[in-house]
């Protein structure tokens, strides 16, 4: 079945250490994007690509970074300048035109102490 | 620049009774307009979608939303609410002048009560 993956589920992290979310996707969507949800805020945009070895920044970049170098791949590391990172994090992708929706993996949950 | 408002974080109905969860965009162009699921520690899922065609639009799971310019209005509506319907549901705008962004409301959690 096509799908997005992302794992781990859980990931628990020490505060000021850099940790790296994956997600795979094997639906051959050019563009792909991480969300980032807390209670009550609805999604948020952090970064999206909408072809390899290219991206651009979201909402709430800041503390985020990610890379594109294949089609299936965008991983999301959140580093130690990340003031709030414990969240629930998504990944997405979609075909590429406006009207097209988006898929979504089953998120990672990240707690930072 | 766009934006989609849904009013109340929280619903409760009774089972079998209409469920009513209420979206508004702010756009100068009227974009496409999505409705989505997500049940607790999941992604979310696609509900429905308006692109300009018909205004009612039927989703999956008995779900329909009707688009009216006039209002800027894209409200979600099931005539009887069933136990599984409990979840938040999210609505979203993509610009139909191009562009990749999605932008969502904040949500609105519905309780279904026996």
């Known amino acids: 079945d096509g799908g997005i993956t992302q794992s781990p589920k859980y990931l628990f992290r020490k505060e000021g250490q850099n940790v790296t979310l994956s997600c795979e996707q094997n639906l051959n969507h050019d563009a792909m994007y991480w969300y980032r949800q807390d209670p009550g805020q609805g999604l948020r945009l952090i970064y999206y690509s909408q072809i390899v070895n290219d991206f651009q920044k979201g909402d709430i970049a800041e503390g985020y970074s990610v890379s594109r170098e294949k089609k299936e791949s965008f991983p999301l590391t959140v580093t130690s300048a990340q003031k709030n990172p414990t969240a629930f994090y998504l990944c997405a992708s979609k075909q590429g035109a406006s009207n097209s929706p988006l898929h979504f993996g089953n998120g990672t949950r990240l707690t930072v102490t | 620049a766009q934006s989609v408002t849904q009013l109340g974080s929280h619903v409760s109905v009774s089972e079998g009774a209409l469920v009513l969860l209420r979206c508004n965009y702010s756009?100068?162009?009227?974009?496409?307009l999505f409705w989505y699921v997500q049940y607790p520690n999941q992604g979310l899922q696609l509900l429905l979608k308006?692109?300009?065609?018909?205004?009612l639009v039927k989703g999956i799971n008995g779900f329909e939303a009707e688009f009216k310019k006039s209002e800027t209005s894209f409200h979600l509506t099931k005539p009887s609410a069933h136990m599984s319907d409990a979840a938040e549901y999210f609505c979203?705008?993509?610009?139909?002048?191009?562009?990749?962004?999605?932008?969502f409301g904040a949500g609105t959690r519905l309780f279904v009560k026996a």
């Open positions: 756009s100068s162009v009227p974009p496409y």
């Open positions: 308006y692109t300009s065609a018909a205004t």
């Open positions: 979203a705008v993509s610009p139909n002048t191009g562009g990749f962004k999605t932008i």
